[in-house]
Each structure stands twice: as C-alpha cells, then as structure tokens.
C-alpha cells in the first residue's frame, strides 16, 4: 500500500511530478495558505509531510500526527518546525540548502543599496506627483549614503555571508565578519560582534534563528552601532528587535533599514516599521528566483522519495534519527 505524503502547496519545478507516481499524494491547492487546524486534519493519517516555512509544525501538531515518519521543508531555515520533538519521535526533517544562497545574497545587497541610495523613498515622490519645476534639481535632492568604500559588517559568514562579501568586495567596501564558530573567511576581517556593530557603516544578517540568536540585534547592540548605520536583515525576523530598531530610526540614530523577514509573517498591522520612510520593507522574497524557486522545490522533493524509498535524505537537518 503507498504511503500517503501531503504537500501544503503547489509547487514548482519538475520532480513533484515524479512523486506523484510514487505515493498517494494529497496537495492543498488553496486558496490562500493552509490553517494550522487544516494542516491538522490532513496529517492525521500522512506518512510525509512537504511544507513551506509558513506552515508552523510544533510539538502540539506532531502529538496528533501518529503515523507521520518524514518531514521535507522548502527552505533552508528550519525553526517553523519542532526538531526536538520530531527527533524524539525519530522523524527525519530535510530541507533545500545551497542553492538559494546567490539569489539571497543579491536580494540582501539590493535592500542594502536601496536604503542607502533612498530608492523607494525616491520612487514614492516620483508616483505621488511630487517631483515638479520648482523643486527638480538642488544640491542636497535625495542625497544617501555611499557604499563603495564604505564598511560593511556581516553577522553570520555561512554561504549566504560569504556570498554578500564577495558581492562588497566588488564596491571596494571593507568587509568585517564575525560568527559564533569564529569562521576564517578570505577578504574578511573577523572581528567581536561588539567591534562589528562599532565600526560598521552598513550592517547585514546572516544568521539562524534559533534559542540563542533570537533578538541578538537589541535595543542595547543597536544603540553600540555606528551613528548613521543602515541595517539588512535578510535572514529570519526574530533575530532583530523590530521595536528597538524602528525607535532607533525615529530617533535618528541609524540612517535606514533594508528587511525582508519579519518576526510575524505576513506582517503585523502594528508593526513600527510600516510607517517609516528610511525603511525599505520587502515580503520575505530573498530566494524568489523562478529558477531558485523551482531548485527549491525539486530538493524538497527528492528528499521525501528518498524517505520513500527508504534511504536517509540528501539534505538532512537532525541525521541522527537514522
């Protein structure tokens, strides 16, 4: 008897097609993303499970999934899904490493230079028909912040990091890293978070979230930042306090913000940062390439044919449930 894997949303890419032939498939074809009491249901009697990082699957969920044996998510980040509570019940989570890493980096770059240059505040005086004679040209019109020669700090040097380096070093910027492995990267300084945030004239997050990264960039960090400072988060939300970074840009003390990830996604009515004008907000599209998108999908995929067949997954997160 096939087992029965259940897929939260319509894919791209080819290889969901192969699966298709080699388990009874159930794929939530909407509207809208799936509800958590939905996604409920529908794992009651489901071997796997193909999820987004929008699908929050905790240990509440996984207590009422009795027969579920597999997990594959489509994304690098893992912490929408409970780990302890799958690896007690010896459920094996993959994910789709590598190959969002450029795309993530260019969109990282984007919003650094978008901050600095002041683009969407420029493209809103544009269509709101503020541009006209009288105020066409002046010496002080939109002036930003350079960026070539200019420091930029990367907290976190995994191979998103690395790449948004290589991408600084081609502006001639002074590249600081620091890690918490202490990681020796080529054409990067490795510095103390401390002295990173310090010396920084742009500031750009790469790392997981997890227990002891949550809120790392405080209200206390931020206040240590350069005067003038332009902060990218383009990695998981709840590593930044939102709270304490919209009142440090309100306050002055930074220049701008880049965020494409929120701590609550899609993002709060309230949120501070909604109603800043030195804040360029994008909705959590760092991998959103057609073709990465369609990569991503193909890797979470062959990692529930690999659980299929029996065999540990090629991109496994907890490998110690083999």
Known sequence: MSKKVFVTHQLPGERIHQLAELCDLNLWMGPGLLSAESLREELRDC??????????VDAALLAEAGQLEFIS??????????????????IAVGNT???LVDTTADTAFALLLAAARRVSEADRFVRQGNW???????PDFFTGKDVSGATLGIVGLGAIGRAVAKRAQGFG?????????????????????????????????????????????????????????????????????????????VRGDLYAAGIDVFEREPIAADNPLLHLPNVVLTPHIGSATAHTRARMADLAVDNIIAALDGQPMPNCVNPDVY
């Open 73 to 90: 998510s489509m994304s690098v980040g893992v912490d929408h899904i409970d780990l302890a509570a799958a690896g007690r019940r010896g």
């Open 97 to 99: 490493p590598g190959v």
């Open 132 to 138: 006209r004679q009288e105020n066409a040209w002046a």
């Open 47 to 56: 071997h796997g499970l193909l999820c987004l990082l929008t699908d929050r």
């Open 173 to 249: 910027m002074e590249v600081l890293g620091w890690s918490r492995s202490g990681r020796e990267v080529a054409g990067v300084a490795g510095v103390s978070l401390d002295e990173l945030l310090l010396r920084s004239d742009f500031v750009s997050v790469h790392t997981a979230l997890n227990a002891q990264t949550r809120h790392m960039i405080n209200a206390e960090r931020i206040a240590t930042m350069k005067p003038g400072a332009v902060l990218v988060n383009a990695a998981r939300g709840g590593i930044v306090d939102e709270v304490a970074l919209a009142a440090a840009l």
